[in-house]
């Protein structure tokens, strides 16, 4: 995947940039994947409900934390071009993958999983009037008893990588092959179905608008676009 190799190449490029103490801006990568599961460092296969051998889609194991999920172009729509938010201190399933060096934020795991989290919340409060929620013991938003957003993250050096996945208007066919994220008795929701319309497009403009408004908001931070064309990042899988 792309967008696997791009973060992988973006964290080694601040690795070298910190110790050249020339490490001065964050990036954050806004893009949807060709139907795939993805597992973390840990997850279990138990959690699959078919033969790995006989998969409906690929499936890839990658170094975020958690347990199988399932990323894919939303119902009715093609991939979009792909952003780069190139950011200062201070499009879709939509996968946000934040590379942030955590010493310019603050220090700790655990506070930056729930900003992700908080980033969701404010998102689906501010602009869709919609209530979400925490549930204690696990990474996530929830309305209700629908999962609508997941989260697993990686961290080298204080550098983030991996991130979230909001499902505003995803298939949520595919879900069905999987337990999500090892959660059995919880649902997988979608933003269209919680607000009944059938405005796709619309809907997944809004909601691209106000994730980026909101993650800047959270992580306080300004931001200039660059299409993914404009960057010098390695083509090819991972």
Known sequence: MEGWSWQKFLVRRRHILIERDEDHSDTLI???HPPVYTLGTSSSEKYLNFDIQNSPYDIYR??????VTYHGLD???SLPEIYVCIYTQKDLELVMYPILNLRYHKMDLHWYLRSLEEVIIRVLLSTFSVKASRLEGFTGVWVGNHKVAAIGIR???WVTYHGLALNVTADLAPFRHIVPCGIRDR???NLKELLGTTEDANLMDVAHKSLIEEFSEVFQLSLDYRLI???DLP???S
């Not at 990658?62 to 347990?67: A, F, I, N, S, Y």
């Open 30 to 32: 806004i893009l949807q």
């Open 62 to 67: 990658t170094e975020r934390g958690g347990e």
């Open 187 to 189: 649902e997988v929701g």
């Open 75 to 77: 119902s009715g729509h």
């Open 155 to 157: 961290v080298s050096k």
């Open 229 to 231: 064309s404009e960057l």
């Open 235 to 237: 083509e090819g899988r």
